[in-house]
C-alpha cells in the first residue's frame, strides 16, 4: 500500500516541477531572444526610418547614406513583388533567389534559415508619390521595404542556450527524481509508522473485546443447556456474565476516550482547581478497597495547592493511578501519596510497595494495551489501557509524567502539572 503510494507520490512531485523546468526554461530561451534580437530589430527600424528621410524619393545608390550599422541591408519590394537591390553592388551572402524567397516576409519580425545562413528579416510600408525607381532601364514601383541581417552568430548562440537548457532539464530531473522518491520515503515513515500503530490498536482492540464476548456466550449456552436449573444454582454463570458485560463496556468507554482524544475531539476544561480535595476525593473512593486488602494509605499534602486545571480529567488521573497501585500491590503492603509545590510547577507521587515493574517491560508501560503480565493483569481487570489515558490527560495539562520501578520492591509515579496556565 505504502510502495503504490511512494510511487504516486514520486510520479506527482516530478511532474510537477518537470512542468516548472519546462516553463521557466522556456520563459528564459524566450527572454534571451528578445534580448539577442532587439538591438537589431531597433537598428534594423532607425535604419529604415533614415532611408525614408533621406530617400523621399527612391534612387539607385540612396541606401548607402546613412549606414549606422553595417550588418543590416536595406532593399525595395515592388507592387509585382520584385526585390530590387538599391546598393551599386551586389551583397555576398543575399543571392537574387534568397532575396526573392525572403519577400514573402510579411509585416512581422521573422528569423529565417536559407542555405547557410540564419536571416532576421521584416517588411516596412514605404508609401511616397511616385515611388518609381528606374533600374537597367526598368521601371519598378515601390511598395515595401525589405530590412534584412544575417543573424547567423545570434542564432547558434540561441542553439547552444537552448542546448544548455534541456541538458540541464535533463540532469535535474534526474535529480529531481531520486530527490523526490527520497524525501517521499521519508515523509512516509511517520504516516507508515502511525498507520501500524493505528492497525495494532484495532487488532488489540478486537481481541480484547472477542474474550468476554467468547466468556459471554459460552456462559449463557451453559444456561441454555440446563433449562430447569434455578437461578441460584447457576449464580456463578450469571455472574460470570455480568463481570465479562461490566468488563466489556469499560472497554469500550475507555476505547471511545482515546479514539475521541486521537481525533483531537475531547476539550480541556480549565478551571481552578484545589488539588488536595481531588486527591482527597479519590483517596475516599478507594478507602473501603484499600481496607478489605489490608494495605495501609498514606497521603502527605500538607500544603493547599490550587491550580488550574480540568477536574474530571484529574480526578480521572488519579483514580488510574490508584487503581494501579492498589491492583499491583499485595496484602499489607504501602501505598503514599504526596503532593509538593515546585516553582511554578506541582509534583505528584503515587508511591507502592507492590510487585513493581521489570526493567524490561518498563520503557512500554505507556503504550497502549501493554500489560507486563497479561495473564495476571486479565484476572485484576486491567487492560493496559490505564497508563496511556493518565499519559493523554497529563499532556493535555502540559505536564509530564513518568515512572521509577524495581521489580519486587515497588513502583513509584510522578507526575509533574503547571500550576497556572495551561
Ligand atoms: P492495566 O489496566 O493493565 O493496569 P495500565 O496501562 O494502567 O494497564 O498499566 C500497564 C501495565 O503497567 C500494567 O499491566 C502493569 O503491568 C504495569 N503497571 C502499571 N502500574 C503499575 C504498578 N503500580 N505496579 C506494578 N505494575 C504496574
Given at each position: 500500500m505504502f510502495q503504490k503510494t511512494l510511487r504516486k507520490l514520486t510520479v506527482l512531485n516530478s511532474i510537477v516541477f518537470l512542468l516548472i523546468f519546462i516553463v521557466f526554461g522556456g520563459m528564459l530561451y524566450g527572454y534571451i531572444a528578445r534580448q539577442l534580437f532587439d538591438d537589431i530589430d531597433e537598428s534594423m527600424e532607425e535604419k529604415v526610418e533614415a532611408f525614408r528621410l533621406v530617400n523621399g524619393r527612391p534612387r539607385l545608390g540612396a541606401a548607402q547614406t546613412p549606414l549606422f550599422d553595417s550588418r543590416i541591408l536595406i532593399f525595395l519590394l515592388d507592387i509585382e513583388g520584385n526585390v530590387i537591390n538599391p546598393y551599386p553592388f551586389p551583397i555576398e551572402g543575399i543571392s537574387p533567389e534568397i532575396l526573392t524567397s525572403l519577400a514573402d516576409g510579411g509585416g512581422e519580425w521573422q528569423t529565417k534559415k536559407i542555405q547557410d545562413h540564419a536571416y532576421r528579416l521584416r517588411t516596412f510600408p514605404y508609401s511616397y508619390q511616385d515611388n518609381i525607381l528606374v533600374k537597367e532601364a526598368k521601371e519598378y514601383r515601390i511598395k515595401e521595404l525589405l530590412g534584412v541581417s544575417i543573424v547567423d552568430f545570434e542564432v547558434t548562440m540561441l542553439h547552444r542556450f537552448l542546448l544548455v537548457i534541456v541538458t540541464g532539464q535533463i540532469i535535474g530531473m534526474t535529480a529531481i527524481i531520486l530527490a523526490g522518491y527520497f524525501l517521499a520515503r521519508r515523509a512516509l515513515i511517520p504516516i507508515q509508522a502511525a498507520w501500524e500503530k493505528q492497525y495494532q490498536f484495532v487488532a488489540d482492540a478486537s481481541h480484547e473485546l472477542r474474550t468476554p464476548l467468547t466468556v459471554i456466550k459460552s456462559n449463557a449456552e451453559l444456561l441454555l443447556r440446563y433449562p430447569k436449573h434455578t437461578i441460584e444454582l447457576e449464580t456463578i454463570r450469571i455472574r460470570n456474565v455480568i463481570r465479562e458485560t461490566i468488563r466489556m463496556s469499560k472497554l469500550v468507554s475507555t476505547l471511545l476516550t482515546l479514539a475521541r482524544a486521537d481525533a483531537d475531539e475531547i476539550e480541556i476544561q480549565a478551571g481552578p482547581v484545589i488539588l488536595n480535595e481531588v486527591i482527597q476525593n479519590v483517596v475516599e473512593q478507594f478507602e473501603p478497597l484499600v481496607q478489605m486488602q489490608g494495605i495501609e494509605l498514606k497521603v502527605e499534602c500538607s500544603e493547599v495547592i490550587s491550580l488550574v486545571a480540568d477536574k474530571e480529567r484529574l480526578q480521572q488521573l488519579f483514580v488510574i493511578l490508584m487503581d494501579n497501585a492498589i491492583k499491583y500491590t499485595s496484602e499489607f503492603g504501602c501505598i503514599s501519596i504526596s503532593c509538593r509545590k515546585q516553582s511554578s510547577q506541582v509534583l505528584i507521587k503515587v508511591i507502592d510497595t507492590g510487585i513493581g515493574i521489570e526493567p524490561k517491560d518498563l520503557p512500554y508501560?505507556?503504550?497502549?494495551?501493554?500489560?507486563?503480565?497479561k495473564v495476571r493483569t486479565r484476572e485484576k481487570g486491567g487492560v493496559g489501557l490505564g497508563l496511556a489515558i493518565a499519559q493523554w490527560i497529563v499532556e493535555k495539562h502540559n505536564g509530564k509524567i513518568w515512572i521509577k520501578s524495581e521489580s519486587g520492591i515497588g513502583t513509584e509515579v510522578y507526575v509533574s502539572l503547571p500550576i497556572e496556565k495551561l
Open positions: 508501560v505507556f503504550n497502549r494495551f501493554f500489560r507486563a503480565d
